[in-house]
């Protein structure tokens, strides 16, 4: 299936708010990586287990492993859970830098090395969101 396709079948699965707002947020990696490659995982493993929620991703890096392996993968991902929205900044080599340098723009957010996790855009400075998506971008 197109994936353009699978985007749209997976945000018309969710409730009408938490669909605006993976929207709104689309729209803003979009503006941010206009040309970059689009991902859908659909959250299953490759037996048809459900392993994590789907999501959505933008452009394309390279990551390695430490065992010598490597795989293609998304550089910004976001997916809608249970509790809210999560944002996936993959690549960061410092996986502290988020939590340091964002947790204090985004008190009502959880972040961990990579992600960050929150119930609604409305509890959130977007343009501190925006900005930890430009590093996410830049540290390639």
């Known amino acids: 299936m197109d994936i353009r396709k699978e985007i749209i079948g997976y945000l018309e699965s969710l409730p009408q708010q938490k669909r ?3 929207e709104t947020l689309d729209n803003y990696i ?3 990586l206009p040309d970059c490659e689009l991902w859908f995982l659909d959250g299953k493993d490759s037996d048809g287990k459900t392993v994590s929620n789907p999501s959505i991703g933008y452009g394309t890096q390279t990551l390695r492993y430490q065992k010598g392996k490597s795989k293609k993968f998304y ?3 976001i997916s809608a859970n249970a509790r809210g ?3 996936y900044i993959m690549g960061l080599k410092d996986r502290t830098y988020l939590s340091k340098k964002y947790s204090q723009d985004l008190p009502k957010a ?3 090395g990579y992600c960050i996790k929150f119930k609604t855009l ?3 400075d977007i343009v501190a969101l925006k900005r930890a998506l430009v590093d996410g971008i830049n540290c390639f």
């Open 122 to 124: 409305m509890d959130i």
């Open 110 to 112: 959880s972040i961990t």
């Open 20 to 22: 605006k707002e993976i």
């Open 30 to 32: 979009r503006e941010l």
């Open 85 to 87: 929205i999560s944002i």
């Open 75 to 77: 550089q910004i991902g």
